[in-house]
């Protein structure tokens, strides 16, 4: 049983952080909304008035929040001032930052983590609120090989397959080369389909022929992007549910920031990320991503 602090109850942090309390570990969360702390306190969870008061007893602090700034601003604060929450933590404390966030501010974080003696490790996730919730999440880890196996067996309470990418930050990065080439196999995949289908062919009979040749993927064989092709499928169901075209669009922005940074030749993500901006622009961002698919007619791309 370890004492673990938790910061970010949101979609993602609330049933993450429920899964830790079931595997009967002591669990004292924070987030700025009031009613997220109220309902995990209802499920035994201990809610703390401030990320500082979580984590006074913690040996492990996870967090789970939305973008870079936010784990920049929780965890090294200001910097004339000092006030980050690494300030606050005893030597040896092991920190899990589960955001998805640039690589950048996972090194930074992760830096100044181990010049105090901290321990710290990047651990985006794959496997949306379904996973979370499932305890079925994949962790895609950053930091160092010590580091990695004091979280393994925490995260193993949350999640099924846990991944070792290397350094800090090498969680952050395989998780936008994973999701630039899902854009890619989407887009590719919708338009072969959508150009199929204007030629008079049967969506599903072309996904049969597709998925048993060449043009197989993931896209194809488990979630096909055309209503009807395939039973439980976000696409069979008015495209709720699934991954939101807004959080692919968050996840491609970080993703072309690191090609750039990298000076990377990413043609191909970056027609993807000019696709799914369009698509969320026009009023689609809380559609599954492979509404994609609806997307590709000769009147609109
Ligand atoms: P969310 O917006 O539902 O939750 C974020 C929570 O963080 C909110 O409850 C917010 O109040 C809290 N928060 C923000 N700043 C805080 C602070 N300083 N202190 C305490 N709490 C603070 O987001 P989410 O869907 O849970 O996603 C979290 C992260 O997981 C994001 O980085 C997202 O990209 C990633 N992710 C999400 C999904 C998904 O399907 N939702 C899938 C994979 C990865």
Redesign the pocket.
Known sequence: MTNIAF????????PMAANLLKAGHNVVA????KT?LDEFVTIGGVAASS?ASAVENAQVVIS????GK?VA??YLGNEQEKNGLLMLLTKGCLVID????DAQTSRSVGLYANDLGIKFVDA??????AG?KAGTLSFIVGGEVEAFALAEPILNAMGKNIFHAGPAGAGQVAKMCNNMLLSVLMAGTSEALRMGVENGLDAKVLSDIMVKSSGRNWALEIYNPVPGVMDGTPASNDYQGG??VD?MN??LGLALAAAQASDSAVPLGQKAAELFKDHGAQGHGRLDFSSIYQHYSSKKV
């Open positions: 910061i970010g109850l949101g979609n993602m942090g609330g924070f987030d700025l909304v997220a990320a789970m929040l939305p973008a936010h601003g929780l589960s955001s998805t966030i985006p996730v794959s496997g949306g609120t979370a991954f939101m959080l968050k996840d």
